[in-house]
């Protein structure tokens, strides 16, 4: 099935803790990105990867990192969360890049920094 | 700065009327349009793309696009009580690798 994986699904942490958020897609496609969705504010893209080893800064990129080192994967790192970062968490992936062909979610991860 | 306007809703139509959902646009150079629906708690999924001025029909879905007056909507004919979530109406533009940028969604609910 294709599918794009997220965890953990829920997390609660301390202010600076530093945390990973997992992504893995199946489907082979070179393009990924990160998005927090926040009420009243939509979809709001923090970090996207064109391809292996190829990273660039979305809308909201403070506080985030990101890595792309295997096609399938795209960790989301939180270096030292602060509690404005806790929000609903998607990874999302596409065949091409993210404005021309759909984009399939993962699960959410919600967030909560304390 | 590409800008997406939704109404937030929340819309509310009884079961069986067609519900209309719109969203506007101020980026002329926006070459795709999508759809997207989510419920609570879950994921978006998509629903519909256009590319062309126009009416594109899937099924009980219908969007529209005019890009002369910078808007794209939504009709959802023999609306459902589970058609009720949230729709996210999506621009991307040609060229740059980040250009899918969300409007805040329409809260819509079908009554029975």
């Known amino acids: 099935e294709a599918q794009v994986t997220q965890n953990p699904r829920y997390l609660i942490t301390v202010t600076g803790k530093k945390l990973t958020v997992t992504c893995s897609q199946n489907m082979n496609h070179e393009y990924m990105s990160w998005y927090r969705q926040d009420p009243g504010l939509g979809l709001r893209q923090i970090y996207y990867?064109?391809?292996?080893?190829?990273?660039d800064k979305g809308d909201v990129p403070e506080g985030y990192k990101v890595s792309r080192k295997e096609k399938r994967n795209f960790p989301l790192i939180l270096e030292s969360p602060s509690p404005n970062q806790t929000s609903l968490y998607f990874c999302a992936s596409s065949l091409r890049p993210g404005g021309t062909t759909e984009a399939f979610f993962g699960q959410g991860t919600r967030l909560t920094v304390v | 700065q590409k800008e997406v306007e939704q109404n937030s809703g929340p819309l509310s139509v009884p079961e069986g009327a067609i519900a209309s959902l719109n969203c506007t646009y101020s980026d002329r150079g926006s070459q795709s349009f999508f759809w997207y629906r989510q419920y609570s708690g879950k994921s978006p999924e998509l629903i519909m793309f256009?590319?062309?001025?126009g009416d594109k029909e899937d099924g009980r879905f219908t969007a529209q696009l005019n890009k002369a007056s910078q808007y794209v909507s939504l009709l959802i004919r023999d609306s459902q009580p589970s058609d009720s979530a949230t729709y996210l109406c999506a621009l991307g533009g040609s060229g740059s690798a980040r250009q899918l940028t969300f409007g805040s969604g329409t809260q819509l609910t079908v009554l029975p």
């Open positions: 990867s064109m391809n292996v080893e190829v990273t």
């Open positions: 256009i590319y062309s001025n």
